[in-house]
């Protein structure tokens, strides 16, 4: 009797233990991804990195997703708000002095953007965390609009699908 109790609490509490992203395949998005930014993006896809360049487009992009994992409390400690967003480009900035940091909106996943120079290129940064679960989105290109432009594409057009509802 008590193993079944056991089992029964288990299987009842699976929903509630069940999280992460819904998607764990970047090659199930290559297609939509590269149309989503547009004409002239070659892809290259694998589960868990997906590459696209650019290399006619403005500021000549690339852009990389990357699955993977963050369990070092961040998420928990963004969530519960013992770290802000002006605490976490706070330390953005330590790293690069023109780093400029703004939460998203990407429920029921937390996550921030960052855009920032490197040399005469720039970048932009998308982290977003759901129960462990890590998506990077990052592209450099030839300035910080065209670089941050492709991140809130791919932000608001690919992410949804696979952080899931």
Sequence with gaps: MRSLLVALLCVS???????????????????????ALGQGYAARAA????????????????VDLLLGRQADGTEERVRAGRTSMAQLEDICRSRSPD????G???????GWVTTYGIGSSAG?????LRDGDLLTI???AGSRDVAARQVEI???RIAPRIVGG
């Design 13 to 35: 509490a699976a929903p509630a233990c069940a999280g992460g992203f819904a998607l764990r395949d970047l090659t199930a998005v290559a297609d939509e991804a590269g149309s």
């Design 47 to 62: 589960p868990e990195r997906l590459t696209l360049m650019c290399t006619t487009c403005e500021g000549a992009p690339m």
């Design 99 to 102: 780093c400029r940091l703004s």
């Design 104 to 110: 998203l909106s990407v429920d029921p996943a937390v």
């Design 124 to 128: 932009a940064t998308a982290v977003i």
């Design 138 to 140: 990052r592209a450099l």
């Design 154 to 156: 791919l932000v608001r």
